[in-house]
């Protein structure tokens, strides 16, 4: 097999994805690809709509990196969602005219790159497909009835949807999750097929304990979020459970982030007699020194697949409470190295944080659990050699393990939080 650009003997991927505006964890996934195929000596194309967040990789392996603009995808991503003919043949002539050995398409919920999909499926190139994000639930619209409601309807539109989605999965060689309820629920509400299913998890660097967390039983308890303030991220949630608290232990709340939501959370504390408790750290370049000056982290999104927030934050040796929601009970493994409450339940989510704050030997045992899990089950150079194994096995290649596996010093995530709200 012949590779487009770079060494011949290594695959020649394709990364096609869509950054149209913040960045985020899909941001840090592709990131974290093209630095370890790079690594890897690997070529590297990307295909790419909106921010180019590529480029600034070039230097960081042995093979050649080329970032195409080719804005595929707008900034709602529409666009290639629209598998029509001339979009579909237009894709194809990219990838024959680029001639990559693998293809690898980064699919939010809705699957937004289906013409590009099936351009490359035409093109004879493998395609890969990974979901970072839950599917949207297929709604159920009112059954009609026709023929003077003699007849029921067929949901024929329910049906339309799950097959433009379940096209882009049964196209692919393997589709990729970072979860396993993240892979559950594509099949059970897209019908993706099982066989072509794959789990890898997200990776996360380790983060340093740092000295403060030497004192065993501070006098102020600091819950934490770090993140974008935003909706879905339901903070209003933790604020009136904090407010609910009945504890003699200080608290404080710590945000580190910003976004459209904190006018009105600051108005919330305030009608809730915390404000005093909330402090607005701002953007962390470096996430370590945010985890390290919180004794817990809390998540409380009734939407995720698997959060790189909740990941730092047992990197650092931080107990976590999390949402039943996607794959966040599978991280943090309810009792063990956190808790897991049904979303937007104050009372569970008070009774949590009760439990934490009164008892510090719970807070340091699960805290090192989680360390524990993260570098075991996390690792950015074993998440680096799965991906690198699916996508050699996707070409049609033989898995050489441990030939080109990128060193872990070559694979750092970065924080990319803060660049988007500047």
């Not at 194809?92 to 499926?121: E, H, I, K, M, Y």
């Not at 993240?182 to 996360?204: C, F, L, M, S, T």
């Not at 945010?290 to 909740?310: F, G, H, K, Q, T």
């Not at 799965?386 to 030939?403: K, P, Q, S, Y």
Request: net charge positive; aromatic share 6%; hydrophobic share 40%.
């Amino acid at each position: 097999m012949t590779t487009g650009i770079g060494d011949t003997s290594a695959p020649h991927l394709a990364l096609v994805a869509g950054h149209p505006a913040r960045l985020g964890g899909m941001e840090k996934f592709g990131r974290f690809v093209v630095r370890a195929a790079l690594s890897a000596g690997w070529p590297v194309t990307v295909a790419l709509s909106g921010e180019d967040i590529y480029s600034e990789l070039a230097g960081s392996g042995r093979a050649r990196l080329c970032v195409d603009r080719v804005d595929w995808l707008d900034a709602t991503f529409a666009g290639d969602r629209r598998c029509q003919w001339p979009l579909i043949f237009e894709r194809r002539r990219w990838f024959r005219r680029t001639r990559p050995d693998v293809a690898l398409f980064v699919q939010s919920s809705n699957t937004p790159l289906r013409a590009s999909v099936v351009g490359a499926w035409l093109a004879s190139v493998p395609v890969v497909s990974t979901h970072r994000t839950l599917p949207w639930p297929v709604e159920n619209p009112p059954i009609g009835r026709h023929l003077f409601g003699l007849i029921p309807g067929l949901g024929l539109h329910r049906r339309k949807v799950i097959r433009k989605t379940w096209l882009t999965a049964r196209l692919a060689r393997y589709v990729v999750f970072n979860s396993q309820r993240v892979r559950q629920a594509y099949e059970r509400e897209y019908r993706y097929p099982h066989d072509k299913g794959r789990v890898i998890p997200n990776a996360v660097e380790a983060v340093s304990a740092g000295s403060g967390e030497n004192d065993p039983c501070p006098a102020t308890i600091t819950i934490g979020f770090v993140g974008r303030v935003s909706r879905e991220k339901r903070l209003d949630v933790l604020l009136r459970a904090v407010a609910a608290l009945r504890t003699d232990r200080r608290v404080r709340i710590r945000i580190h982030g910003d976004g459209p939501e904190r006018e009105s959370l600051a108005a919330l504390a305030s009608d809730l007699s915390i404000a005093d408790l909330l402090d607005w750290c701002g953007w962390a370049d470096d996430v370590g020194p945010a985890y390290r000056a919180c004794d817990l982290i809390v998540l409380c999104s009734p939407r995720e697949s698997s959060s790189n927030m909740v990941l730092e934050a047992m990197a650092a040796g931080k107990p976590t409470i999390v949402t039943d929601a996607g794959g966040l009970p599978e991280l943090i493994d309810h009792g063990r190295c956190g808790y897991c409450v049904p979303p937007t339940d104050i009372e569970a989510l008070t009774s949590a944080l009760s439990a934490l704050i009164e008892d510090h030997r719970l807070r340091a045992d699960l805290g090192a659990k989680a360390r524990a899990k993260a570098r075991r089950e996390h690792d950015p150079a074993s998440i680096a050699a799965a991906w690198l194994d699916v996508l050699r096995e996707a070409a049609g290649l033989a898995i050489h393990r441990g030939v080109d596996t990128p060193p872990a010093s070559t694979l750092a995530l970065g924080n990319l939080d803060g660049v988007a709200a500047r």
